[in-house]
């Protein structure tokens, strides 16, 4: 993403949510609303170091008037959540992008679970405000990640829909049971769900056997770590707009050895979850290796370089 598709906003405040999560309230640097956003947005922040990386919206849509997001530091953390807890500061400016979203509110919508763990209750706090304020009935499970007790806790009890929210702590006696609590859904009730992939996966294969349909389920995933490199197969990526052919080694992905090379495809979460470097494949296999594509993105051509590769042979690419 380039500087000129960003804006920049100032720290207005920074709080200690619990150990090792924070929350920042962004602001327009001259007051002016900030640009409108829809329930579950994220941004992609421009860091200190010339990092990206992407945060969920915390608060009501309505609410243009700031950006909250929540950063977790990860003690396995690329530079990003690291820099935002010890280097940024209130005051400080920082570039972020307009808000983008992932995840698909239905307008028809008539009762939600809201479920999620540790930072992921970030995006399910802007639908929680946005369901309350339209009327639509709703619960939130959200249990607290084990290293952070009662991150956002404040933020949710002096929210409108404190009443709506039960709170759970990891690995206790209050621990968040996700089968039972999901057993008790009325048939038109949808599941909109954020948190890591190992605690995401059993959940969501669980209630697919229960009979729940992928149009129910709404996910949002968070993944702070990065994957090991591995040595994977070589193939050829062919630039269509300039005819130029890059042999993608095994050990890199196609966005980073293309960076090296001068041609930048905009990344954030580089892990296939966010959907940032998504890029039309206009001939050659792909090996999809994302959690984003729905099979008909993936079917009209669809890819992410930053995890996806080609099965072989020459992957052109719509750049």
């Not at 939130?140 to 956002?152: I, K, N, V």
Request: glycine share 8%; proline share 6%; aromatic share 6%.
């Amino acid at each position: 993403m380039t500087d000129e598709a960003l804006h920049s906003v100032v720290v207005a405040k920074k709080t200690i949510e619990a150990n090792n999560m924070i929350s920042m309230e962004l602001v327009d640097p001259a007051g002016a609303e900030l640009p409108a956003f829809s329930a579950g947005s994220h941004i992609d922040v421009a860091i200190p170091g010339g990092i990206m990386r992407q945060y969920s919206l915390a608060n009501s849509p309505s609410d243009r008037s700031r950006y909250i997001i929540g950063v977790w530091k990860d003690a396995n953390s690329r530079g990003g959540s690291k820099a935002l807890h010890q280097s940024v500061n209130v005051g400080d400016t920082l570039k972020v992008s307009e808000p983008r979203n992932n995840i698909d509110v239905p307008a028809d919508l008539k009762h939600a679970v809201l479920m999620a763990r540790g930072i992921g209750v970030t995006p399910m706090l802007s639908i929680a405000a946005d369901l309350k304020a339209k009327g639509i009935p709703f619960e939130l499970h959200y249990m607290f990640a084990g290293g952070s007790p009662d991150s956002f806790r404040a933020m949710i009890e002096a929210s409108p829909f404190a009443e709506n929210t039960t709170f759970y702590l990891e690995a206790s006696a209050t621990m968040l049971n996700p089968a039972t609590v999901l057993a008790e859904q009325p048939e038109d009730a949808h599941l909109f769900i954020c948190g890591v992939d190992w605690w995401l996966d059993p959940v969501i294969a669980g209630i697919e056997k229960k009979g729940w349909t992928a149009d129910r389920i709404h996910i949002e995933r968070f993944n702070g770590k990065a994957g090991p490199i591995l040595m994977d197969k070589v193939f050829d990526v062919k630039i269509a707009s300039t005819g130029a052919i890059f042999k993608i080694p095994g050990d890199k992905s196609v966005t980073s050895y293309l960076e090296e090379k001068g041609v930048k495809i905009p990344t954030a979460c580089e892990q296939g979850a966010c959907g940032t470097c998504k890029v039309k494949v206009l001939e050659g296999e792909v090996d999809h290796r994302d959690k984003r594509l729905k099979p008909d993105e993936r079917a009209a051509g669809w890819f992410l370089p930053c995890v996806s590769r080609g099965k072989g042979g020459v992957l052109v690419l719509d750049l």
